[in-house]
């Protein structure tokens, strides 16, 4: 079992960057396949960018590619979610979660049923 901590959210003007980090407990941090989502008022959570375990693989939203560059130290047991460019529309809270079963396709990583466990969540919000 693994406990999601996130953090580094805000409030940034149109353009900026913040950088999101999921701290993991435990130490198996590294067999986890790791995710990033996000849920703005109204509207479903939806898929933002995933990691493999191995760290050699990334998927992305076609939303954010370009803009949103995910990572993960797992001698620190943390993933990150950097994000440049944003604008209003990215406005959201944002959230971490595992997957431990190994999977390499992205269909295993864009779904939310396909993760174990999730973070509380970190409040992004952009201005215009």
């Known amino acids: 079992q693994v406990q999601l901590v996130e953090s580094g959210g805000g409030l940034v003007q149109a353009g900026g960057s913040l950088r999101l980090s999921c701290a993991g407990s435990?130490?198996?941090?590294?067999?986890?396949?790791m995710g990033w989502f996000r849920q703005a008022p109204g509207k479903e959570r939806e898929f933002v960018a995933a990691?493999?375990?191995?760290?050699?693989?990334?998927y992305y939203a076609d939303s954010v590619k370009g803009r949103f560059t995910i990572s993960r130290d797992d001698a620190k047991s943390t993933v990150y979610l950097q994000m440049n460019s944003l604008k209003p529309e990215d406005t959201a809270v944002y959230y971490c979660?595992?997957?431990?079963?190994?999977?390499?396709?992205?269909?295993?990583?864009?779904?939310?049923?396909?993760?174990?466990?999730w973070g509380q969540g970190t409040q992004v919000t952009v201005s215009s």
């Open positions: 979660a595992a997957r431990g079963a190994y999977c390499s396709g992205y269909d295993c990583y864009n779904r939310r049923e396909e993760y174990d466990y």
């Open positions: 435990g130490r198996t941090f590294g067999r986890y396949g």
């Open positions: 990691i493999r375990r191995s760290g050699g693989y990334t």
